[in-house]
């Protein structure tokens, strides 16, 4: 199949400027819930870019488990690539690829690792198995194979028993500070609506985009 031949109008809805909330958080929650309302699978996942120290961009998927005016975090091993990556450019862009509404969502900013006790919070709130496997997955390095993953996981499980198990020191948040969102409606003719507001002089400042 020629895959050049893949292609849709866009033609389910528009973003005018008047329609757009006077912060980019609240048409963030908007649209957050339209789409979560509209049953999209994993609305929370996102897609989150770093910068390798040879300058290599790195993209992968993770989920968005709080937002608020603070920021917006998702959980993740500290040890990580991501957190290597982050320790030494905590510049970060995240995508929100809502396609079954023809929207996409892109923030920028800056992370910051959140509190161990919010971490904390957050991890005793995931069932056991998932605070497990955080203890047992050592996220990024080479294993030899899906053996090396059972035992570990075994070896945890004896030694936490039934006891509450801890966070471990390498597990938890990081909060992105947005400075600059883009809010991307899909139009007919590829003539799709883009809305960025930006961060200057702590006001946002909002501009229509070419698409
Ligand atoms: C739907 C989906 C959700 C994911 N959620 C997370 C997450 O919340 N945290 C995380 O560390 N990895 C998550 N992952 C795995 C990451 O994409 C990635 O493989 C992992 O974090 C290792 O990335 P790194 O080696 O670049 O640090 C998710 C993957 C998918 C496909």
Redesign the pocket.
């Known amino acids: 199949m020629d895959i050049g031949e893949i292609r849709k109008e866009y033609t389910q809805s528009g973003l005018n400027r008047s329609d757009l909330k006077v912060t980019p958080l609240a048409q963030f929650e908007l649209w957050f819930e339209q789409a979560r309302k509209a049953g999209l699978d ?1 609305v929370n ?1 996102m897609s989150i870019a770093t910068v390798r120290a040879d300058g290599m961009p ?1 993209v ?4 968005l488990k709080q937002y608020d005016d603070r920021g917006f975090v ?4 500290y040890n ?4 290597q990556e982050l320790a030494t450019n905590s510049k970060t862009s995240i995508l929100f690829p809502w396609l079954s509404l023809e929207r996409q969502v892109r923030i920028s900013g800056e992370v910051e690792k959140i509190s161990n006790t919010e971490s904390f919070q957050y991890f005793t709130s995931r069932p056991r198995g998932s605070q497990l496997g955080a203890w047992a997955s050592e ?2 390095q080479i294993i030899t194979n899906r053996n090396v993953l059972k035992a570990t996981m075994q070896q945890i499980e004896d030694k936490f028993n039934d006891s509450v198990i801890p966070l471990p020191d390498n597990w938890g948040g990081y909060r992105i500070i947005p400075e600059l969102y883009e809010f991307w409606q899909g139009r007919s003719n590829r003539l799709h609506d883009r809305f960025r507001y930006k961060l200057q002089s702590k006001k946002w400042q909002v501009d229509r985009l070419a698409p």
């Open positions: 994993e996942a790195q992968r998927t993770v989920l998702f959980f993740t091993n990580s690539s991501k957190a996220q990024s």
